[in-house]
């Protein structure tokens, strides 16, 4: 209608009229062709992506709700995976994934583990706060591991997106090839193995220190001299604490050394077992080389180990845990100053 009323206005001649129809409907012609082949080019590559070890992302969800004056929420979404490498015997995996933000690594997810599977079905989301200042330098790192309930937990492949490429106005929807992981910035900070075995009738937690392996060295000669700290807190506040003896100049220490505390069946919900590792010196200060806390609000591995105890009484659950910065640790935790006059006064 209106090109009629353009036309008329001006008073072209017939013959350009339908030229100029014919001219539009080829155009229209044309776009058609080109959606159509668009739309089947996309659809054969998302088949060819969804080959050999890939994680789909449902994606890196990045929503820019602007709560506080320059932080950004970031959702990652962790979908499903498809022909994960198998890392057990029988040829299927455990797998689960860890998600978090490179550098700044204060919060890590975790999902759940799914047993004997090489195509899990995840489909869970974990929320972060970014800075619009660290932004541009964050990486989203999403590591898929093999659980092993006595063993260390096997590396399957990993997937990084870094935040300054990504598209802020769509919600991305992805698969994506899983990598070898890059050793460089994540700092391996070694595992440590102990046990867990609580008697809700006696109110007894026994924590048996049993080794750890490939700590960092902190002294000269590649060694540490590590020893570990167990401490128990009550509503985040630190509560006891009790120390292993020092293995001299190494890094995978054998220690065994059992501990047993005080927990009431009413208190156990409200406790954290943190457990941490120090290189003793003799003539500087201790330092911190590693760090991990059980309880009911652990996530991932922590959170597991101790809802086996719970859900075992009587019986000692032993699990390997990979270590963590004390910084990481303790800005979750947020521990707060030590309960006063210890057990004199029942809590
Ligand atoms: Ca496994
Ligand atoms: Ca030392």
Redesign the pocket.
Known sequence: LTSNIFVCSLAVPDWAIYTIIACVILLIIICCVCICVKCCKNKKQKQNLKKDGKINLPGLFTKSDKILKNVFQLTVGIKKASNLKAMDIGGTSDPYVKVYICPDKSKTYETKVFRRTLNPVFNERFTFSISKSSLLKSTAVMKVFDFNRFGKHDIIGEIRVQLSNVDWNHVIEEWQDLVEPAKFEDEELGDICFSLRYVPTAGKLTVIILEARNLKS??VGG???PYVKVQLALDKRKWKKRKTSIKKKTVNPYYNESFTFDVSFEQIQRVHLVISVW????VTK??AMGKIFLGCDASGNQLRHWADMLSNPRRPVAQWHSLLTAAQVNSTLRLKKKIPLLDKFPV
């Open positions: 902190m002294d060694y540490s001299d290189d003793h010196d003799k201790n330092d």
